[in-house]
């Protein structure tokens, strides 16, 4: 089982370069979401997703954006690099739940480095 | 908002030994509690759960206590090994909505052989 498959792994990019992380699920869970995680802080939402064509920001949106045409796939651009960028992100689905319970599954993570 | 402390500092024992992670929450309402298990090179994964006041959530040999008097939910482990070595994350679930995880800092433990 694919499970959520985040690409690329790794990535060095220049001050002022774009790209955009590309995150894809197999398992047809409604939310998504774009965590980063910076050393000994944890990690922090920058974007979700509750279905297609629905997105919000997180706790640290700034300098990124989202978009989630299709149930399986949703991609982070990043516009403008900078070295505050420099992190390990993660992509996560989750099935809709109205309990509020569910469970995350996370990608293996796509490291980067703006210099 | 809702948040979650985890205690200071990695974690460093020898196999065998007893493990015990502090977390502390401050939530409204009444919030699911998570741990999570990060492996080297990995994403994280759930470890266990607890979704009301009382529950114990179990798994691997790992326990945490969903303590509402305390606002904790402190993991345990009574003999650990060195494949348990990883970073392990206290997380809530409750007045975002729509699964929306507040994690704490984590805590890099490391078992010795």
């Known amino acids: 089982n694919a499970g959520v498959t985040q690409t690329p792994k790794f990535r060095i990019l220049k001050i002022g370069q774009s790209m955009t992380l590309q995150c894809t699920q197999d398992?047809?869970?409604?939310?998504m979401y774009w965590y980063r995680q910076d050393p000994g802080m944890g990690l922090k939402l920058i974007y979700y997703?509750?279905?297609?064509?629905?997105?919000d920001k997180g706790e640290v949106p700034n300098g990124y954006n989202v978009s989630r045409s299709t149930t399986e796939d949703f991609p982070l651009r990043l516009e403008l690099a900078a070295p505050s960028q420099t992190s390990v992100y993660f992509c996560a689905s989750s099935p809709r739940d109205s309990s509020n319970t569910g469970e995350l599954f996370f990608g293996e993570g796509s490291r980067l480095t703006v210099l | 908002g809702d948040s979650v402390t985890q205690m200071e500092g990695p974690v460093t024992l020898s196999e065998e030994a007893f493990l015990t992670i502090n977390c502390t929450y401050t939530?409204?309402?009444?919030?699911?509690l998570f741990w999570y298990v990060q492996y080297p090179g990995e994403g994280l994964q759930l470890l266990l759960k607890?979704?009301?006041?009382?529950d114990k959530g179990s798994n691997k040999g790992f326990e945490a206590t969903y303590r509402k008097e305390t606002t904790s939910f402190h993991l345990e482990k009574g003999s650990v090994q060195v494949s348990d070595s990883a970073v392990y994350f206290c997380?809530?679930?409750?007045?975002?909505?729509?699964?929306?995880?507040?994690f704490g800092k984590g805590n890099q433990v490391v078992v010795i052989p």
């Open positions: 607890a979704t009301k006041a009382d």
């Open positions: 398992m047809n869970h409604n939310y």
């Open positions: 939530a409204t309402g009444y919030p699911s």
């Open positions: 997380a809530l679930s409750g007045y975002y909505g729509n699964n929306r995880l507040a």
């Open positions: 997703s509750v279905g297609a064509g629905i997105t």
